[in-house]
């Protein structure tokens, strides 16, 4: 939004706009919750700092009005350390919202108040929503709400997301507020501090700056801080900024003996603290089984087993249980299919096509579901229950070691699970520099698409062992290519700083609706391409088209000494991963693999899948995240890898 | 600069700390970026804070500080001097 917006234009739009909440707090507090218990799954929420990395909207209608409702990312403070928290920034800077809605994790008052404070000074109407008071409960922690209330000048309303208590009190609050306007009030700092945040505030206002996207004091603050964002709004408009601005920081450093972004940040810690404090009491804290799980979750010794053990269960569960389903399916399906149309190739139009299409309806059916459904649900088990951030910190000890930051495993785990949120939540990360190397590890990830192909193609032709030697060889390759990157791009990283958030228990209807927003994604993007794709390959097979694009694809496919047919299947890989298993059945005509090809065929085709090109979706991921050109590189260097590891398998089963 | 050493009451940074240690910090050292990202952690000059975990071979610490548990690095941790909370 442009701030030179004249006056009757600014007016018209906002009559226009539809009114708009924003759910802003430090991360991990449950925004994501308490959005998806008002507007139904659509953000996904864990049990980890930075869950979410760009904000999610939608429009409710709660209390008889329409509101549009916005899930921010979460940030500690309104100076943001990552991409993820420059969102909300940005979000705050250029658009607004006519209502902000605080949520505060109940059992960290004190630091949640700290962006509290900030917010109160952003002069808009503000809501307090004290959630997890169970937590705080549980803690021992009883708070005066009314109190909290009356100090800060604003309603304060207690929720517990997971239960939806409170919620609507909160957006009841929120009505009253926007009718009112009312923006609470922020609190002082000590005296000499106060004075000169006021002189800086009106020498800016002196200065008579074309109108600030924020409130003269919470501007004057920010300078005080060194806040890069807000230097840069009035470098912006001047050129340059005011000398008062460094004048300011002297005087502060001068009387505090500290800088002056910790002379600020310092006097807030302490007022904070004091709020905290008097809004609330101290009781006998009741520990729960889960609180002692650190210590052996955790432990240098035992710590190290659970993780593989953990990840072990996950994977090999998933293997069975998708095998368990599978196998039945495709029996019933290749029945169905050769009682409807007979076995050989169809000679009219079409029942070709038909042939073909069914042949991509079952293909999702009964390959991709049974692996999809069982991976999806057990990774948001292990989202929701809070063992990722400890599974990044077990972790660090080693990925430190290959110059990689211990929080790069989020990323690498989700990705596990699908690429694309994966290279988006590399936004935790503070610096670029870790961000690229987290986004090349996390692409390099077989993602529940590849390990479909994995399980569906090389551990169904070839036995579990096959499948888990693919999955070590990729983890071998992913931690090579993490440490060469590391040494090709040295630069000493602050390194990991993360919130261990306790162990909640997922509950099970959440786990559902993740599970389900997850797998829409497949039912709706993947299995009509799918079955169109299917469709498609029948239509070229009719009039020999596929021969064309096997040919020009000939030099790769001999390289691997893969039937020439397969090139065409390698073309749909592109679009989804699972197009290139379902399409290689298709293409061979028949659902186990091991009829048409070699066992060694077989292991260097799910090689090259799961390394080669990503996926159109990762890839326009990428490009939003890290630029045009380091995509290409990276696209480039799977490309290189997955040929040469490929050939690496023929040319080792030659010597064996 | 402040003598280092692991003997109880003696002022060291964070990462010497081992397991249990009970401490307050003293001082944040480093620049603008890690001193901003410390303090919107909670972590400020004068907190109390216990060291629950630490890694291996110069992993991350775990860190109990105002009620939440923090992991940092083993880099992080070197800007943090503190000394042993008075009991």
Not at chain 1, 34 to 42: H, K, Q, T
């Amino acid at each position: 939004m442009s701030v030179h917006t004249d006056h009757m234009a600014e007016t018209e739009r906002t009559r226009k706009r539809p009114f708009t909440v924003a759910f802003i707090g430090q991360p991990n507090c449950g925004k994501s919750t308490l959005f998806n218990e008002v507007a139904g799954y659509r953000s996904v929420s864990s049990n980890f700092p930075g869950a979410t990395v760009s904000y999610t909207e939608g429009q409710v209608r709660i209390l008889g009005r329409t509101i549009q409702l916005v899930d921010l990312p979460g940030i500690y403070s309104l100076t943001p350390m990552d991409p993820a928290g420059r969102e909300t920034q940005r979000f705050l800077l250029d658009r607004g919202a006519d209502v902000l809605v605080n949520v505060m994790d109940a059992s960290v008052l004190s630091r949640s108040l700290e962006l509290t404070l900030q917010l109160l000074e952003l002069d808009i109407p503000v809501v307090l929503c004290l959630n997890m008071m169970d937590e705080a409960v549980r803690k021992g922690i009883r708070i005066d709400s009314g109190a909290l209330s009356r100090l800060l000048g604003v309603p304060v309303v207690e929720t517990v997301a997971t239960r939806g208590k409170g919620i609507r009190a909160l957006f009841g609050e929120a009505l009253k507020v926007r009718k009112r306007q009312s923006t609470g009030r922020p609190l002082s700092r000590s005296l000499d501090v106060e004075r000169v945040i006021a002189d800086l505030e009106s020498d800016l206002r002196e200065r008579k700056f074309s109108p600030l996207p924020v409130s003269d004091r919470l501007m004057a603050v920010k300078l005080l801080e060194g806040d890069p964002d807000f230097e840069g709004i009035l470098v912006g408009r001047t050129g340059s900024l005011p000398p008062s601005v460094v004048k300011s920081r002297k005087r502060l450093e001068r009387s505090h003996g500290k800088p002056a972004d910790a002379v600020i940040s310092s006097e807030r810690h302490a007022i904070a603290m004091q709020t905290a404090e008097s809004c609330s009491r101290m009781g006998k804290p009741s520990v729960r089984w889960q609180d002692r799980l650190d210590d052996v979750l955790l432990h240098n010794a035992w710590g190290y087993l659970f993780l593989a053990l953990i990840l072990g269960v996950f994977f090999i569960s998933v293997l069975r249980f998708g095998t368990w389903l599978e196998k039945p399916m495709t029996t019933a399906l290749e029945n169905r299919v050769t009682a409807w149309f007979g076995t050989g190739t169809p000679d009219s139009l079409t029942s070709a096509l038909f042939k073909s299409a069914v042949y991509g309806f079952g293909g999702g059916l009964t390959v991709v579901i049974p692996f999809l459904v069982p991976f999806l649900f057990g990774l948001s088990f292990l989202e929701d229950s809070g063992y990722l951030p400890r599974a990044a910190f077990l972790a660090d000890t080693f990925m430190h070691r290959i110059g990689l930051h211990g929080t790069t495993l989020i990323p690498v785990l989700l990705g596990y699970g699908c690429n694309v949120p994966a290279v988006m939540a590399t936004r935790i990360l503070g610096s670029p520099r870790d961000r690229f190397l987290a986004t090349v590890v996390a692409v390099l990830v077989p993602c529940s698409a590849r390990m479909t192909v994995i399980f569906g193609l090389a551990g169904a032709a070839l036995g579990s062992f096959a499948a888990v030697s693919v999955y070590l060889l990729n983890l071998l390759v992913v931690t090579t290519s993490g440490w060469a990157l590391s040494r090709l791009l040295p630069e000493p990283t602050p390194g990991m700083l993360m919130e261990i958030p306790p162990f909640r228990r997922p509950r099970l209807e959440i786990l559902l609706k993740k599970t389900w927003f997850r797998l829409k994604d497949f039912i709706v993007i993947a299995w009509p391409l799918l079955i169109a794709g299917s469709a498609v390959l029948g239509l070229m097979d009719h009039y020999g088209w596929t021969g064309t694009v096997n040919r020009v694809l000939r030099p790769l496919t001999a390289l691997l000494d893969l039937p020439a047919a397969l090139g065409v299947v390698l073309v749909y890989g592109l679009l989804r991963k699972e197009l290139t298993m379902l399409m290689l059945f298709q293409v061979l005509g028949t659902q186990n693999a091991s009829d048409a090809m070699t066992a060694v065929q077989i292991l260097s085709f799910t090689v090259f899948v799961v390394f080669y090109l990503p996926c159109l979706g990762t890839i326009g991921a990428m490009i939003r995240e890290i630029g045009f050109r380091r995509t290409f590189w990276v696209s480039l260097f799977c490309l290189v890898l997955s040929v040469c590891l490929a050939a690496g398998v023929r040319l080792i089963s030659f010597l064996v | 600069m402040n003598s280092v050493g692991s003997a109880a009451g003696s002022v060291r940074p964070l990462d010497l700390c081992r397991r249990g240690d009970q401490v307050r910090v003293l001082k944040i050292g480093g620049g603008w970026g890690i001193r901003q990202r410390l303090n919107q952690m909670g972590i400020h000059e004068g907190d109390p804070l216990v060291v629950r975990c630490s890694a291996l071979l110069g992993g991350p610490r775990l860190i109990e500080i105002h009620g939440t548990d923090v992991a940092l690095s083993r880099c992080m941790a070197r800007h943090i001097l503190v000394e042993t909370a008075p009991k």
